[in-house]
């Protein structure tokens, strides 16, 4: 691997960098896990539309800049160095987009892709169901054949963005012939979230925010121009679809490489505080203990720098062509494992440099950080949960890329 940037990266990077002074808000944004906060991300992601930033890979003919792997991981290391807004436009830009290029038509990325890269449809993922979470195949939602398209029916659950959203994706079940797989048969499906039939219902959070949601679907009409790939082979599609979330696209190194520099910055700030419950939240536990906090938060930033390079790594692949094929295959259950379990490290040993202060929530008018690392750390929380459990993703190591025994099921 080649660590010394071309001239074309060092522009690209400074062009970024350039933008993203002269665009991010002065004053961070609502959660977008309100209904407040999604109104002005949305807005956000129009502003990124509009200077091209909004999804740097794709072809210009879609809103994009048509940018190497590689520039995606610099662009992605300055917005956050930047501290801009989180993508309300994630599942679609980084989930259903690649998708969308592996196996949908262009008929479909012509319709589809430039009003979700404006951020003027957002999409949310619709898969698990509450009997089918990591058993993603084991789904029991229909999808019945009618004149010019489908009708579908079931229930969604933990649907990512959908009380706000405007569309979703998720797998049906169609014909299957018994005694075959649970997994043919399927057929991957995009549909409205506002049309007759569906009822979209918010899901209560620990932190208190709505946007989680549980999806009923009662006969909801679909054309047949929104199903992706062949009926039947949805499972082919939605492993495709898999293999990008657990990979680089949902989260790029720039996320923890940022974090791991405020965690410097937070240690440095907290070193000096010997008072009660400062010494780096140490309080009366003495020297000892913030010497094991010193060596985690040593332990979080070589961890953020290895993900960052094996991200590098795997963009400078020749195959690369994607952020998907960065990390594809049981490779992908690799990287899903170290950046889930990377999160929880970071932010944990932040809460910890800063002791009690540290787990009050955002709307606390004393809140450290703004609230910041307790948000994060209840998300990071569901890591190793959502994109396949963390059990699921060493199972597939350990059988697809290790060669050892199937568990005993």
Not at 131 to 158: C, F, H, I, P, V
Not at 266 to 294: I, Y
Request: with cysteine; net charge neutral; proline share 6%.
């Amino acid at each position: 691997m080649d660590l010394e940037l071309t001239e074309r990266q060092r522009a690209f990077r400074a062009g970024a960098r350039s933008w993203l002074a002269a665009h991010v808000p002065a004053a961070p944004l609502p959660s977008l896990e309100t209904a407040g906060g999604f109104t002005a991300h949305r807005a956000w992601e129009r502003t990124l539309a509009a200077g091209r930033w909004s999804a740097v890979t794709w072809p210009e003919e879609y809103g994009g800049r048509g940018a190497s792997l590689v520039e995606w991981l610099l662009f992605e290391e300055e917005y956050y160095a930047a501290g801009a807004p989180g993508r309300v436009s994630q599942n679609g830009i980084s989930l259903l987009a690649p998708t969308l290029f592996a196996h949908g038509t262009a008929a479909q990325r012509a319709r589809i892709l430039p009003p979700m890269a404006r951020g003027e449809v957002i999409w949310a993922q619709a898969w698990s169901e509450p009997e089918s979470g990591s058993d993603l195949a084991s789904l029991r939602s229909t999808a019945r054949r009618t004149a010019g398209g489908w009708l579908l029916s079931g229930q969604k659950t933990w649907s990512s963005r959908a009380a706000f959203a405007d569309r979703a994706f998720g797998l049906f079940r169609g014909h299957r012939e018994e005694g075959a797989p649970p997994h043919r048969g399927l057929t991957y499906l995009m549909f409205p979230l506002r049309a007759p039939g569906v009822t979209v219902r918010p899901i209560g959070r620990l932190d208190g925010k709505p946007a989680f949601a549980e999806l009923f679907l009662d006969e909801v009409f679909v054309p047949d121009e929104d199903v992706i790939g062949e009926p039947g082979q949805g499972w082919r599609v939605a492993m495709s679809t898999a293999g990008d979330e657990r990979g680089l696209t949902l989260r790029s190194p720039g996320r923890f490489t940022a974090s791991a520099r405020r965690l410097v910055a937070l240690w440095r700030e907290r070193a000096g505080n010997s008072g009660p419950g400062g010494a780096c939240g140490a309080g009366d536990r003495g020297a000892s203990a913030a010497d094991g906090l010193r060596d985690r938060v040593a332990d979080a930033v070589i961890g953020a720098r290895a993900y960052e390079l094996f991200a590098y790594a795997r963009a400078s692949r020749p195959e690369a062509g994607s952020a998907a094929g960065a990390a594809t295959g049981a490779e992908s259950s690799l990287n899903k494992v170290f950046w889930s379990e990377l999160d929880i490290a970071l932010h944990e040993t932040a809460l910890d440099l800063l002791g009690p202060v540290g787990e009050l929530a955002d709307d606390a008018t004393d809140a450290a950080g703004g609230g910041g690392w307790a948000d994060g750390y209840t998300f990071a929380l569901a890591g190793p949960i959502y994109a396949g459990t963390n059990e699921i993703q060493r199972d597939l190591i350990a059988e697809r890329l290790l060669g050892l025994p199937r568990e005993r099921r």
